[in-house]
């Protein structure tokens, strides 16, 4: 209805109520009430201007027609209070419906809003990767808010995401600036919002909208659901990378198995075979099938050397802890490698009341074998090696010591790359120059540090820690 | 005349022919098996005396085999496996095998276990020795006597009684969980450091050199194992 419209029939209603009262035989207070009553209904319904035109016009009535003397418009005092009464309830009447129509009209709105916030969410939860999850918003932003376009900034990448050229409004600047805002900030000459997207107190980007504009809570709320969206789609992306690394070293892992088994099966053949000839060969033979045995033991020790080297460059060794004792380690590995060791005085030194270490058995065995294999070949047959444990700061520290001809100060931190080796034992040594690697790969992953001391001609000390398991009381 | 007749189970063939060359010049008969099926097959129509298990075979593996043949025989097993995981070797005798060897590995460490295992399994260990007795370690089960190097020692009920069940299975590796059970009941099996303590004082009191033992033996990661002295 037009205003012109609603004018005339205010003017008509209260005419109406005037011409009434003309024919009944009622007297002026009651008119005038009765014409309170038209002008709070049209200040309801239509608003100030409709009411105060009629304000005026039942005056005019009132004072013509039944205020004394009748017939005449003089505006007495009782005129003027009627006007004034009139003209108050036209403009309280009108603000309170004004506001009230106005919050309907807003709750509608908001309404809308939140259908279409929710539209948004169930749009999101579907997408999959970060990069296509933010593309699919801006485009979703847009057509659920009927923006004219939308782009989204995203500071880890320092990338932006638009929904079409319109959202040049938006220039990168704006974006950048916006992600460091505390709040929505609505530029009405632009017709532009920006809003910082953030999670928790973390600045991700920041969000573009150009208008029509929603509210700002909802601009808000879009922000916050961007923010959700792009962590939901990072802790998926994170979740798919751990599961395919996992898959990965699983089948490294089973890879390497299987070239064990596969390398050892032959290996196993040949060393059965030839200790058993061994057994009955006549001494002019026995020379070469020892040859044969010891090369067969060589090429099984370097396969297990390439594949320990092998599991501890796959980056994460599986350890498996528990409480080892050092001592007990310490008297396998010497067990072990007694063949090697023929000859050489060794000697052990575990200190009284050793705590048990938290380490992988298994591991630890081998990063100890290879300390004790590299004593041995480095230093001349007969020299004494040395063993000890202690405990020294909550931590167990074990000690390689032989009598060699120690190493160069500036070939002391190379030692333990793989494959290096001094530089006067270049062309001497039978192993496979991955030993200390190994050692070092393996202690690493325990979390502890293995280090070398050398004095020119006084021998080598390799050192390493493990952490101390928890005491554990006995039965 | 035969020493015993030895079924080898090894999916690879090169060690089947090493085997069988090496085990018969060694006066053992030897029946072959390709896998784990075959080799319940043969053990039901050939009886053999001792089976050599190989751990990692397709099909039915070592450890399965092994479990299904404990439900129907007491035949002596050795789980031949490449040396990779020490737990490979615990499950192997917690599936029933008497011993493991590694591969690769010397001939006459692997005879050395046949004639062990065979030898227990001759000695019937169920019946239980009333008393044993090596050079320089006597012991007598009844009255729980023990005498090192002609002098008594003494040892607590707890010692003794571990003494006993690795006496008991001489020669062949006991597992930690096995040994804790044994001594300590069957709530124990998870606590290998308890042994550490007793096997140490086991040792103090019968072996002449603790620190280099010759009788209780460390199968390191796995158990101990008795070895009655030369």
Known sequence: MTRTLRLAGSVLVVTAVIELYRLLPVNSTTVALSLLLAILFLSAQWGLAEAAVASVVGTVGLDYYFLPPVGTLIMEPQSWVALLAFLATAFTASKLSANARRRAAEADSRRVETERLYALVQAMMLTGGASKTLREFVHRVVREFGSTAAAFYYRATDEVVR??????????????????????????????????????????????????????????????LVALTIEKARALEEAGHAEAARQSEAFRSAMLDALAHDIKTPLTSIIAAVTSLLGSAPAGERELLSIIHESADRLNRMAAEVMAMARVEAGKLHLETQPVAVGDLLHAVLAELAPRLSGRPVSTRIADRLPAALADPELIRQALKQLVENAANYSPPGSAISLSAEAKNAKILVRVADRGPGIQENERILIFDKFFRGRQHRYETTGTGMGLAIAKGIVEAHGERIWVESERGQGAVFSFTLPAAPEVPQP | MSHGRILVVDDDPQIRRVMRATLVSHGYEVIEARDGEAALAEIGREAPNLVLLDMNMPGLSGLETCRA??????????????????????????????????????????????????????????????????????????????????????????????????????????????LLQAVWGPDYGDEPEYLRVFVNQVRKKIEPNPARPQYVLTEPWVGYRFEPGK
């Not at chain 1, 220039?171 to 709040?183: M, P």
């Not at chain 1, 999670?199 to 929603?214: E, F, I, K, N, Q």
């Open chain 2, 69 to 178: 043949l404990r439900a129907t025989s007491d035949v002596p097993v050795i789980i031949l496996t490449v040396r990779e995981s020490e737990k490979d070797k615990v499950a192997a005798l917690d599936a029933g095998a008497d011993d493991y060897v590694t591969k690769p590995f010397g001939i006459e460490e692997l005879l050395a276990r046949i004639r062990a295992a065979l030898r227990r399994s001759a000695a019937s260990p169920d019946a239980g020795p009333r008393a044993f007795s090596c050079p320089g370690l006597e012991i007598d089960f009844e009255t729980r006597r023990v005498s090192a190097q002609g002098r008594d020692v003494r040892l607590t009920p707890k010692e003794f009684d571990l003494l006993r069940h690795l006496v008991a299975h001489a020669g062949r590796p006991v597992t930690h969980r096995e």
């Open chain 1, 163 to 224: 929904s079409g050229p319109e959202s040049a409004v938006a220039t990168e600047h704006d974006l950048r600036v916006a992600a460091e805002l505390d709040g929505v900030r609505v530029d009405y000459a632009r017709g532009l919002a920006l809003a910082p997207v953030r999670l928790g107190s973390r600045p991700l980007g920041s969000l573009a909208m150009v208008a029509p504009l929603p509210s700002a809570q909802t601009i808000q709320a879009v922000a916050d």
